[in-house]
C-alpha cells in the first residue's frame, strides 16, 4: 500500500514538473517577468494550466496557438520573448500596449504565424526585413508606432500577405519598392498612411496587387499625377490619396472602378475640374475632394450616386449654382462645399429630400434667397453652417422644433426680423452664432432655456431692450457687442456665467456699475465693456487671475484710482481704459 502511494505522488511530481517545464509556458512566464503592470496576467502561473491562462488559446495537444493581449496594459519590451518556443502560434495580437524598444528579428522563427499585430505601441528602429521570412503570415499590422527604416533590398517575397499596414510610422523615402517586388498578388488591404514618404505614386500597382480593396496612402508627401492605371483595381472599395502634394486633376479614369466605396483626395493641389464620370460610382458613400484647387461646376451628374452619405467639397473655387439633381441624393448625411463661389438659391429638391442630413455647411459662398423652412424637417440635423452669405428674411420659427442641432451659425448675411421665441425649444444647442445681420426687437426670454449654450454671438445687430438672464452654468464665450440701444440687468447677473472665458458688450447703452465679483471667473480672458455708460469706481480684486489678457473699459464714465492690485492679473497683454475719469497708478511689485 505503502508503495501505491510513493508511486502515486511521484506521478503527481512528474505531471506538476512536466507542467513547470513546458516551455511554452516558460517562455511566456520569463517574458512576463520582464513586463510592468501585467495585472491581467495574474492567471500566467505555473499553478495553472498553460491553457487557462488569460488571452492564451491552445490546439488539442495543448500547444499554444493564439496570443491575443490587445489593450492589456502591457509596458515593456518584445526582447525576452523567446519565439523559438511557440511553433504552433498562428496569432500574436498585442495591439494597443506599451511596448518599447525594437521588433526582435526572432519573431522570424514563428513558422505557423497568421497573424502578427503590433500596432498601437511605442516600438521605434527599423522593421527587421525577417518578418518577410514568415512563410504563412497573412496579415502583418506594424501600425501606430515610431517604426524607421525599410530593408528594401533584403526583404524575401511574401505571397500568402493579405493584409499590410505600417500606417503612422517615422518611414520615409520613395514608394516601397520591396511591395512593388514581393507583395503578394493575393494582397487585400495597404495601408501607407501617415508616414513622409515621397515622390510619385507607381503606375505598376495594379499589376503587383491586383486583388487589392483597400488602398490608404494618405497623409504623406506623394507628388506627381494620380495614376490612371488605379482604374485597373477593379476589386478596389476604398481609395485614400489625401493630404498629399498631388497635382494634375481628378482622372476620369476613377469612374471606372464602379465598386468605389470611399473616394477620398482631399487637401491635394490637383486643379482641374470634376469629371462627370463619377457618375458611374454608383456605390460610392463617401466622396472627400474638399481643399484640391478645383476650378469647376458643380457636376448635375453627381445627383446620380444615390448611395451617397458624405459630399465634401469645401475649400475650392467652384462655382454656379447647386444643381435641382442633387435632391435625388435622399442618403446623404454631411454636405460641405463651405468657402467656395456658389451662387443662386437652395433648390427645394435639397431642403425637402435631405430628411437624413447631419451636417450641413455651405457657408462663405454667394448663396442668396431665404432660409426654407423644410430644412426643420431634418431632425438628425446637428451642425448647420450658413454664415458669410448673402441669405435674407427671417429666421423660420420651425427652427425651434430641431432638438438635435448643436451649432447654428447664421454669421454675416442680411437676414431681418426677430429672433422667435420658439428658438428656446433647441435645447441641444451649444453654439449660436447670428451676429452681423440685420436682427432686431427685444431677445426673447426663451434663450435662457438654452441651459447647454458654449458660445452665444448676437453682436453687431439692431436689438433693443434687455440681455435677459442666461442659465447656462456652460456658457464660455458670450457676444452682444453693437446692437446700439441695449440695456442690461446688472452686470453682477454675468457672475454666475462660471465657466466664461469671453465676454463682450462693447458699443452698447449698458449702464451700471462694476461688479467685483467679475474678478472672480477665474477661466475670463477678455473682458470688453468699451464704448457703454457704465460709472462709478472699478472695485478692487483680492483673486490673482491668471488667465485674463484682454481688459477694455474704454468710453464710459468710471472714476477714481484704478485699483494698483491689477498687478495680480499677470497674463495681462491688453489693457484700455481711455476716455473715463480715472487716475491710473500701479504699486510696484
Not at 299 to 315: A, I
Not at 343 to 356: D, H, L, M
Not at 480 to 505: D, I, M, T, Y
Not at 521 to 548: C, H, I, M
Request: glycine content about 6%; proline content about 5%; overall charge neutral.
Amino acid at each position: 500500500m505503502a508503495l501505491l502511494k510513493f508511486f502515486h505522488i511521484s506521478v503527481l511530481l512528474l505531471v506538476c514538473t512536466a507542467k513547470a517545464t513546458n516551455p511554452e509556458a516558460e517562455a511566456l512566464l520569463r517574458w512576463k517577468s520582464t513586463l510592468i503592470g501585467a495585472n491581467l496576467l495574474s492567471s500566467w502561473s505555473i499553478t495553472n494550466s498553460t491553457c487557462s491562462w488569460f488571452g492564451v488559446t491552445c490546439d488539442a495537444a495543448g500547444h499554444v496557438t493564439e496570443l491575443q493581449l490587445h489593450n492589456t496594459g502591457l509596458h515593456g519590451t518584445l526582447h525576452a520573448f523567446y519565439s523559438a518556443a511557440f511553433q504552433n502560434l498562428t496569432l500574436l495580437d498585442l495591439y494597443n500596449n506599451n511596448l518599447v524598444g525594437v521588433i526582435p528579428t526572432n519573431i522570424s522563427m514563428l513558422m505557423s504565424l497568421d497573424v502578427l499585430d503590433l500596432s498601437y505601441n511605442d516600438l521605434a528602429g527599423a522593421i527587421p526585413y525577417q518578418l518577410s521570412k514568415l512563410p504563412m503570415i497573412v496579415e502583418l499590422d506594424l501600425g501606430n508606432n515610431h517604426l524607421t527604416n525599410l530593408e528594401h533590398a533584403k526583404f524575401s517575397p511574401m505571397f500568402t500577405l493579405k493584409l499590410l499596414s505600417l500606417a503612422n510610422n517615422d518611414l520615409n523615402g520613395t514608394f516601397p519598392q520591396f511591395i512593388l517586388n514581393c507583395s503578394s498578388p493575393s494582397m487585400r488591404s495597404l495601408d501607407l498612411s501617415g508616414n513622409a514618404f515621397s515622390g510619385p505614386l507607381p503606375d505598376s500597382l495594379p499589376e503587383m496587387v491586383p486583388r487589392l480593396r483597400y488602398l490608404n496612402l494618405s497623409s504623406n508627401g506623394f507628388s506627381g499625377s494620380i495614376p490612371r492605371s488605379l482604374s485597373r483595381l477593379q476589386k478596389l472599395k476604398w481609395l485614400y490619396l489625401n493630404s498629399n502634394n498631388l497635382t494634375g486633376g481628378i482622372p476620369r479614369e476613377l469612374g471606372m472602378i464602379t465598386g468605389l466605396r470611399v473616394l477620398s483626395l482631399y487637401n491635394n493641389s490637383l486643379g482641374g475640374s470634376i469629371p462627370a464620370s463619377l457618375r458611374e460610382l454608383q456605390l460610392l458613400q463617401r466622396l472627400s475632394i474638399g481643399n484640391t484647387n478645383l476650378v469647376s461646376i458643380l457636376p448635375p451628374e453627381l445627383g446620380n450616386l444615390t448611395s451617397l452619405e458624405h459630399m465634401l467639397l469645401e475649400g475650392n473655387h467652384l462655382f454656379g449654382s447647386l444643381p435641382p439633381s442633387y435632391g435625388r441624393l435622399r442618403n446623404l448625411q454631411y454636405f460641405d462645399i463651405g468657402n467656395n463661389r456658389i451662387n443662386g438659391t437652395i433648390p427645394q429638391e435639397i431642403s425637402t429630400n435631405w430628411t437624413k442630413m447631419k451636417v450641413f455647411d455651405v457657408s462663405n459662398n454667394w448663396l442668396t434667397g431665404s432660409i426654407l423652412p423644410q430644412i426643420s424637417k431634418w431632425k438628425d440635423l446637428v451642425f448647420l453652417a450658413l454664415y458669410g452669405n448673402n441669405f435674407i428674411g427671417s429666421i423660420p420659427v420651425e427652427m425651434g422644433s430641431m432638438r438635435n442641432l448643436q451649432l447654428l451659425s447664421l454669421y454675416k448675411n442680411h437676414i431681418t426680423g426677430t429672433i422667435p421665441s420658439d428658438i428656446g425649444n433647441a435645447t441641444s444647442l451649444k453654439f449660436l452664432d447670428i451676429s452681423f445681420n440685420h436682427l432686431e426687437g427685444e431677445l426673447p426670454a426663451a434663450i435662457s432655456l438654452l441651459v447647454n449654450l458654449v458660445v452665444l454671438d448676437l453682436s453687431s445687430n439692431k436689438f433693443t431692450g434687455i440681455i435677459p438672464n442666461l442659465d447656462s452654468r456652460k456658457l464660455a464665450v458670450l457676444k452682444v457687442a453693437e446692437n446700439s440701444s441695449f440695456l442690461a440687468e446688472p452686470l453682477s447677473a454675468f457672475c454666475q456665467l462660471k465657466h466664461l472665458r469671453l465676454l463682450g458688450l462693447s458699443n452698447n447703452k449698458l449702464i451700471g456699475q462694476f461688479p467685483d465679483c467679475l474678478w472672480n471667473l477665474k477661466d475670463l480672458q477678455s473682458l470688453d465693456l468699451s464704448s457703454n455708460a457704465f460709472s462709478g469706481e472699478v472695485p478692487t480684486s483680492t483673486y490673482y487671475n491668471t488667465s485674463l489678457r484682454l481688459l477694455r473699459l474704454s468710453n464710459n464714465k468710471f472714476t477714481g484710482c484704478f485699483p494698483a492690485v491689477m498687478k495680480n492679473f499677470k497674463s495681462l497683454v491688453i489693457l484700455d481704459l481711455g476716455n473715463n475719469e480715472i487716475l491710473v497708478q500701479f504699486l510696484r511689485g
